[in-house]
């Protein structure tokens, strides 16, 4: 073989050996990308995951919120209750001889433990409807004198 055509045999050696080198370093690139696409893919997921979480998570706190402000309620009501057997109680112990109990009740929401216990009952009641207490005015009110 002459020398131009070892020449040319060897430029298309190189050539070749280039080619492959290029082959080559686009199948890395396509694999690379598949491996972007991927990652993004799972990325992706995570992110979905997390807003899932969270929801859950929000609407754990808002369940136990909720079986709190039952809780309260209950309690509420029986403390509303046991107020309102405290004041027939009371005005039962006061009634006096021919005396109608609802007089002697009236007398007994004058006294001060008549009214105390309305105010509990009160503050009971608001509680159980998630209304506004005694005890949030004063809050109320020590917050404005500030």
């Given at each position: ?31 690379d990308e ?9 990325a ?27 809780d ?52 009971a ?22």
């Open positions: 073989m002459s020398k131009e055509g070892e020449r040319h045999a060897a430029e298309l050696k190189r050539l070749e050996d280039k080619k492959k080198d290029l082959e080559d370093a686009l199948m890395r690139l396509a694999r598949a491996e972007a696409q991927e990652v993004a893919e799972l992706q997921e995570v992110e979905q995951l997390e807003t899932k979480v969270k929801a859950a998570r929000a609407a754990a706190s808002m369940e136990k919120k909720m079986t709190k402000t039952d309260v309620r209950k309690a509420a009501a029986a403390n509303r209750e046991a107020a309102e057997r405290q004041l027939d109680e009371l005005a039962k112990s006061i009634q006096q001889p021919g005396e109608s109990f609802h007089k002697a009740y009236d007398r007994a929401l004058n006294t001060g433990m008549g009214k105390a216990l309305m105010q509990t009952r009160d503050d009641q608001e509680l159980e409807r998630g209304g506004v207490t005694s005890m949030h005015l004063a809050d109320a009110r020590k917050n404005l004198a500030r």
